[in-house]
């Protein structure tokens, strides 16, 4: 299954430059090693914003969470990085109620 709307997906800017590319917190540490080891960084952030884009439209759902805030979806696919690597990631979305559309909530590394 593909992920739902995924054609409306939206990647918060903020997701990109304080979370996946942050290397001042101890958690996202690690995140942002293995983006940046990919080609990523803050000037080109751009790019990172719209390749999990990419992962939405042609990923496949892998497991879908009932929460709270929302249902969010476990979706499995490539980034071909600025590096000119094509690195496997999983990637979170959540579709929040009040919203209707899929929003980012975050990546990493996923299989080899």
Same mark, same amino acid.
């Given at each position: 299954?593909?992920?739902?709307?995924?054609?409306?997906?939206?990647?918060?800017?903020?997701?990109?430059?304080?979370?996946?590319?942050?290397?001042?917190?101890?958690?996202?540490?690690?995140?942002?090693?293995?983006?940046?080891?990919?080609?990523?960084?803050?000037?080109?952030?751009?790019?990172?914003?719209?390749? *999990?884009? !990419?992962?939405? $439209?042609?990923?496949?759902?892998?497991? =879908?969470? @009932?929460?709270?805030? %929302? &249902?969010?979806?476990? +979706?499995?696919?490539?980034?071909?990085? *600025?590096? !000119?690597?094509? $690195?496997?990631?999983?990637?979170?979305? =959540?579709? @929040?109620?009040?919203? %209707? &559309?899929?929003?980012? +909530?975050?990546?990493?590394?996923?299989?080899?």
């Amino acid at each position: 299954m593909k992920l739902p709307r995924n054609n409306e997906a939206i990647v918060p800017e903020s997701k990109i430059i304080h979370y996946l590319l942050s290397e001042a917190h101890p958690v996202r540490r690690a995140k942002a090693r293995f983006f940046k080891e990919l080609g990523y960084s803050v000037e080109n952030g751009v790019q990172l914003k719209e390749d *999990p884009l !990419g992962v939405a $439209a042609g990923g496949m759902v892998v497991e =879908i969470i @009932e929460t709270a805030f %929302g &249902v969010k979806f476990v +979706v499995d696919g490539s980034l071909l990085t *600025p590096g !000119g690597i094509s $690195a496997r990631v999983r990637t979170i979305w =959540i579709l @929040e109620a009040e919203h %209707g &559309v899929p929003r980012f +909530v975050t990546a990493y590394p996923h299989g080899v």
